[in-house]
């Protein structure tokens, strides 16, 4: 800019002198982004948009759609051209525009921000008791960005489809044929994307069948009397329930019966009881 001004040409010689001028007009020059980049971030981290650019004095905008770009506690925007996104999320993705202007003219160039998500996996149940023999099945589903495709460890190693043992349809849910006493213990589904891995858990229990017993097989007892009766459980996994019936019918709590877990008592014996 300093070079803006007049010039004189002059020729000096014997047979005379003459002179010539010309005017000099200077201005800036159209600016240039050096370098523009796409990014790919995480949803929650921090995200950078760089906008580089030679020119000097030059000024530094950037505008999501047609909306400025300011300093907010969401966003920072750096001498360089730097625009800096603080938690990023699925909002913050799309296109990015810099522009560069100066008193020479003005640049502009879109890059691209893209917020990827870590995968969501949900299993059900969570918990669940199989008999031997007897298939049993748990479905994964995962959700993400880029999608995640779900795999399934039974103790800490992947579970391969087998013709007569595992089976993985084409949602992912798990089908364990044949199980046995063996096949007891913690199946986990977990799904990785570029955002990370995450992990889901089954347990599955063998089932046992239930061993009950009385504590009396037979009770002499007269009118007004009070008397319990008790079932116990010797074993069995889940926890059975325990149900008593008297001449084919379900004996339920009321005023004068009272049914707990494996205990039956009798407050007062009223005259149907002897029907």
């Not at 298939?135 to 960005?145: E, M, R």
Request: charged share 20%.
């Amino acid at each position: 800019l300093q070079d803006r001004g007049e010039y004189q040409c002059i020729v000096v010689s014997p047979a005379g002198n003459s002179t010539a001028s010309t005017f000099v007009e200077t201005r800036e020059p159209v600016p240039e982004i050096t370098s523009t980049r796409n990014e790919t971030v995480a949803r929650g981290n921090l995200a950078f948009l760089h906008c580089r650019t030679q020119t000097l004095h030059a000024t530094i905008q950037w505008l999501k759609g047609s909306t400025v770009v300011s300093n907010t506690a969401k966003t920072r925007l750096f001498p360089n051209g730097t625009l800096m996104i603080y938690d990023v999320n699925m909002q913050d993705s799309g296109a990015y525009r810099c522009r560069v202007q100066t008193s020479g003219g003005r640049a502009e160039a879109v890059m691209y921000l893209r917020v990827i998500e870590p995968p969501n996996v949900f299993v059900s149940p969570q918990s669940l008791y199989f008999v031997r023999g007897q298939p049993f099945n748990v479905s994964c589903t995962v959700a993400g960005d880029p999608p995640p495709e779900p795999q399934w460890f039974f103790k800490g190693r992947r579970i391969v489809p087998q013709q007569h043992k595992y089976y993985i349809t084409y949602k992912y849910d798990l089908i364990v044929q044949r199980p046995t006493d063996a096949d007891a213990g913690v199946y986990e589904c977990r799904a990785s994307n570029a955002a990370g891995t995450q992990t889901a858990s089954v347990t599955a229990h063998s089932a046992t069948s239930p061993k009950i017993r009385v504590t009396r097989d037979r009770q002499m007892i007269g009118r007004g009397d009070r008397v319990v009766l008790e079932c116990i459980i010797e074993h069995g996994t889940p926890k059975p329930k325990v149900t008593w019936f008297r001449g084919g019918r379900e004996v339920l709590s009321h005023r004068y019966i009272t049914v707990d877990e494996g205990q039956l008592t009798i407050q007062v014996l009223v005259h149907w009881f002897f029907h």
